[in-house]
């Protein structure tokens, strides 16, 4: 089946989808449970192709909520744009168990099923059809370069200051630090300082990255293998 974003409607559905890429904040309800400890999914919510989905501590309660496929509601407050809010509802179902070698641990792949989406922007609450908010064509949006740009300026300083070495040719002790400022469907933008000063660069992917899974291996060929 073809579903076409109506005009009216594609802005606000790409506002909600950077917001669950990028949330700055996350409230959980789920029926039947009084409480939900927010480190019971510490690495927050992330966008599943249009579907939330939580990596839960094993037995914890999102998880048996996951497989009972309980009622659950979600806040999300935008990550990009102040006094925006995501609403979602529907029923959680869990997934699989993933285990992750760089954190050495495991998770439960919990996700919310929708039935309802409504994004709150300039004092009003907008309805959107699920079908649009989960458009595959909204898969690459603002909030997924925003997280991914934190992602790797926290978590991958050394890998990137090896890219800046091997891209300028200067020994890597001398690149004291580096900062990812930019990245798009197309290129990534770094900044650096080494023993010279500041420097800036835009390094061109070899084409435009197709949906998320293609940006972090578009991201490992032009920067470093072992970014993740």
């Given at each position: ?13 790409a506002?909600?989808?950077?917001i ?8 959980l ?7 939900v ?29 996951g497989?009972?496929?309980?009622a659950?509601t ?48 300039d ?8 079908p649009?908010f989960?458009h ?5 949006n ?5 997280r ?5 300026n926290?978590?991958?300083g ?28 197309r ?8 023993l ?16 998320p899974?293609d ?14």
């Open positions: 089946m073809t579903v076409r974003i109506p005009a009216s409607s594609g802005e606000h559905a506002a909600a989808r950077s669950l890429a990028c949330p700055a904040g996350v409230e309800s789920i029926e039947g449970c009084p409480e400890l927010a480190e019971e999914a510490p690495q927050g919510v992330h966008d599943w192709a249009g579907t939330p989905l939580l990596l839960c501590v094993p037995d914890g309660r999102v998880a048996h909520a497989k009972g496929g309980r659950a979600m806040a999300l407050a935008s990550g990009l744009s102040a006094g925006e809010t995501l609403h979602l509802s529907g029923r959680l179902r869990w997934v699989t168990t993933d285990w992750c070698a760089c954190c050495d641990t495991s998770r439960e792949r919990v996700v919310l099923d929708l039935d309802e989406v409504r994004l709150q922007r004092g009003r609450r907008i309805a959107l059809p699920v649009a989960a595959p064509a909204l898969q690459l603002a909030g997924l370069f925003r991914t740009e934190q992602h790797l926290e978590c991958h050394d890998h990137l200051r090896a890219a800046i070495a091997n891209h300028t040719g200067t020994p890597v002790h001398d690149v004291v630090g580096v900062q990812l400022v930019g990245l798009s469907a290129r990534v933008t770094l900044r650096w300082v080494d010279d000063g500041a420097g800036s660069a835009e390094v061109l992917f070899a084409r435009a990255a197709r949906d899974e940006l972090g291996d578009q991201l490992r060929r032009a920067l470093h293998p072992e970014l993740c």
